[in-house]
């Protein structure tokens, strides 16, 4: 339990570094959280999951946070519920993080993800693939993860649908094979990333730092890379029909 706790405070002074005050009281609700938390731990791994699962997403952030770390220990402790916990991490960001059309995005000028989505995600991203059942995919289309940290994030063939990562670190995460279509990649660190065959197709990679990114076969018809980093980059048999560079 204190390694959920520590983990999740570190995940807090990450993005609350200048509020000392608050940091604090948000870190004594995590461990106020994390107790209730707590009273499922000697539940039978089926109701435990269940019972995690209808706290996701409606309590608080404080709650959130740790209900997302006990899944991720229930994963790992269970692997035959690897992918109903994977699945449903999935559909809580989609369901609390949606895609924003620009109107929205203008009144809404948040750049970081909030705390519990940032939280999951990252237990998403260091999911055990091969626990993965045979075709099935991860679903993170339609949705806004501007500024998210997906560093060395594993996002194979995950369907990344017209979602907004803009100045997200996707610096050395796995995307091989994901579908980007029409993604907002404006600024978002890829240095270093896996993108061999993923679909990339009318995205947004204004700006985005692909240095040293493997873009082998990748589809990049109609994808804007204005002004965007591209040294020592990969891009063999890749699709850059109409592919926007800088002149």
Sequence with gaps: MLTVI??????????????????????????????????????SPKKRLKIAIEQLGNNTIETSLAVVHDLEQI?????????LIIDTLTTFVRENSPYMIQLELISNPLVKVPTDIQAALTVIGRRDAKKDPKDEQLDLSHTDMRGANLNSANLEDTNLYLANLSGANLSGANLKGAILSAANLCEANLCGANLEGAILSAANLEKANLSGANLYQANLYLASLHGAIIDNAIFNGANLREAKFSE
Aim: proline share 2%.
């Design 6 to 43: 520590i983990n999740a405070y570190c995940l807090m002074k990450s993005i609350l570094l200048k509020d000392d005050n608050l940091l604090s009281k948000l870190f004594l609700k995590i461990v106020a959280a994390q107790e209730k938390v707590k009273n499922t731990q000697y539940q």
């Design 75 to 83: 994963a790992q402790k269970h692997p035959q519920y690897h992918w």
